[in-house]
């Protein structure tokens, strides 16, 4: 009864239910899809001390998929169908510094300190970014590598400040619980004639290598914390 209103409502909108060698199949106008069983609904979560909480019971295996997502799995397909169901995915989700973009002076500082783990280099950015002279920062030497600016040294007295590069930085793009992979960034500046304010960027150079750090980085502390469970990446 329930099967024959399903596929009445499913023709209203173009849709046929037909059989395949003893498999359901919904046809539409231009395309076939399998009608898979039904399964619960995946858990979303945001930290890996929840995939742990969460205990993988006996036929599980964890999927660690990228840097920011992680996925409870069936270790062994569960039926007919050739498919697994996911119990539990895990996504990190925080704000992202806009890589490649000049940003004016004070937005990228703001960045800086709430999107990167402070250390020394941060620090060295810090300070020249702070210090520089908005009516005189077109006055900068670059050769292509290295850029030298007009900077505040005293309360009086200014001198001309090389910008660090390359510089090495770690920001916040993976769970938390883990160490944030550093990489290295191009640091530039421009702008500062006339009514045009000085602005910085940082531009990715290590061509997303950080991103297999992250996951190994993810794998390995998951099989700190659940030794035994069968973890993939």
Not at 121 to 150: M, W, Y
């Given at each position: ?11 209203l ?10 498999r ?5 106008p231009?395309?076939?899809k ?44 569960v039926?007919?169908?050739l ?41 060295a ?69 006339g ?14 290598m ?24």
């Amino acid at each position: 009864m329930i099967k024959e209103a399903i596929e009445k409502i499913l023709s209203l909108g173009g849709i046929e239910i037909i059989d395949i060698e003893g498999r359901n199949y919904a046809k539409g106008p231009e395309v076939i899809k399998a009608v898979l069983p039904p399964h619960a609904e995946t858990l979303g979560i945001n930290t890996l001390t929840g995939i742990v909480d969460y205990v993988p019971t006996l036929g599980t295996m964890i999927h660690v998929v990228s840097h920011k997502s992680v996925n409870v799995i069936d270790a062994e397909y569960v039926n007919g169908w050739l498919t697994r169901s996911t119990h539990v995915s895990a996504v990190h989700e925080s704000p992202s510094f806009r890589f490649g973009h000049f940003m004016n002076v004070e937005e990228f500082i703001i960045n800086l300190q709430a999107m990167f783990v402070q250390d020394d280099c941060t620090a060295a950015i810090l300070k020249v970014v702070g210090n520089i002279q908005e009516e005189a920062v077109s006055q900068f030497s670059d050769d292509g590598v290295t850029q030298a600016i007009t900077a505040k040294a005293g309360i009086s007295r200014v001198e001309r400040v090389a910008l660090p590069n390359p510089v090495t930085l770690r920001p916040y793009r993976t769970f938390m619980e883990i160490e944030q992979p550093a990489s290295t960034f191009v640091f530039r500046m421009q702008g500062g004639q006339g009514v045009t304010k000085p602005s910085c960027a940082l531009f990715e150079a290590d061509g997303r290598m950080w991103q297999l750090t992250a996951i190994n980085s993810i794998k390995e502390w998951l099989a700190d914390k659940m030794p035994g469970v069968k973890i993939i990446a």
